[in-house]
């Protein structure tokens, strides 16, 4: 079956049954790699993307229940929490292997975009679904920190 996906901005017409999960259409169909298999069970973050602007685990929403939402990925993430987040995550040399990132990076940005000057707590909670192998959790939480500081400093 054909659907129509609003996909980083851009009108997307992708042929594939609609219980294929959004994770592979995005990856298998739009060969936008960077939103990563984890675990397949919405459990690790590796396959955090945005629908209407918050965070969703791409593995585990069928193709049919995306095409009324926005969906931004990694890879049309813009913005000035974007920037810092870019920023401070080169600064305070977060990753590691990397594989992680892009869903990390998906969920401090909504979380910048709902609490300018988070605390450990709110980050605590905002990130408890993305899981890091390299266990980088001290360096992200100060990356996200220092983003947030950049952030205000510019306002």
């Keep these: ?8 901005g851009r009108s997307q ?59 931004t990925t990694i890879e049309g993430m813009e913005g000035a929490e974007a920037a810092a987040l870019r920023d401070a995550w080169v600064k305070h040399d977060v990753p590691q292997c990397g594989f992680c990132q892009s869903g990390q990076i998906m969920s401090a940005i909504a979380l910048l975009r709902n609490i300018k000057q988070p605390t450990d707590q709110d980050i605590d909670l905002a990130m408890s679904g993305n899981l890091c192998r390299c266990a980088t959790y001290t360096r992200i939480r100060a990356a996200i920190h220092d983003a947030a500081a950049k952030l205000g400093a510019s306002t």
């Design 1 to 8: 079956m054909s659907y129509t996906l609003s996909v980083n």
């Design 13 to 71: 017409n992708v042929d594939e049954d609609g219980e294929t999960p959004l994770l592979w259409v995005l990856r298998d169909n739009l060969s936008l790699t960077g939103t990563k298999y984890g675990c397949g069970a919405a459990q690790c973050g590796a396959c955090t993307v945005h629908l209407d602007g918050r965070p969703a685990r791409s593995c585990s929403i069928p193709l049919r229940s995306a095409v009324s939402a926005r969906i």
